[in-house]
């Protein structure tokens, strides 16, 4: 896994075979980010990362300047290894939180400019995450909310709903 661009740039961080989780691809990242700049300003924002699995999209809002990144993750291993790369960078901006995300989202009292959100693609609740996330007021105004999933889920009735791209098999929808 490696941080694509920032004050971390290239930084790779070596992923645990074990994991169920997968870092979004660089390429699919890479374009993601490319799109969000047209929408937001990730110097000085507040980030959430929901699922955040490997930690990937944490580590890359950390590195492109974000001042604090939330980061939610249920997995105990997945948990421990994105505390492990957070240490290795050395960063106060990053709270990582070990639980789960739909408890977090009714709990959270905090808004952010910017949600990604990556849930399992075969999570039966999954169709459901914008709204859930959209609903609480956890976005700020102006803010952005990412979410990744496969190709089969369609969320453009959505009224929020901004637009969607396609980066080889990674699909991402984009709410305001």
């Known amino acids: 896994m490696r941080i694509i661009t920032g004050i971390y740039k ?12 997968r870092p979004t691809t660089d ?11 047209g929408y937001i300003d990730l ?8 699922f955040a699995g490997t930690g990937s999209i944490s580590l890359e809002l950390l590195s492109r300047g974000c001042e604090q990144v939330v980061s939610v993750e249920l997995d105990r291993e997945h948990f421990a290894f994105i505390k492990k790369c957070i240490a290795t960078l050395g960063t106060d901006k990053s709270v990582t939180v070990r ?3 739909f408890k977090f989202i009714k709990s959270c009292h905090q808004t952010f400019h910017l949600i990604f959100a990556d849930p399992p693609y075969a999570l039966e609740q ?6 859930m996330i959209l609903d ?12 990744e999933h496969g190709k089969n889920n ?10 969607r ?7 991402f929808s984009i709410f305001s």
């Open 165 to 171: 791209r396609v980066y080889g098999s990674v699909n």
């Open 27 to 37: 390429f699919a990242k890479e374009n993601i980010f490319n799109v969000l700049n």
């Open 136 to 147: 609480a007021g956890l976005l700020a105004e102006g803010g952005v909310l990412v979410m």
């Open 126 to 131: 999954l169709p459901q995450v914008p709204a």
């Open 43 to 50: 110097e000085g924002c507040r980030a959430l990362d929901l």
């Open 154 to 163: 369609d969320f453009s009735a959505h009224p929020r709903f901004v637009e």
């Open 10 to 21: 290239g930084r790779r961080f070596d992923i645990p075979r074990t994991f169920k989780a």
């Open 99 to 101: 639980g789960d995300v």
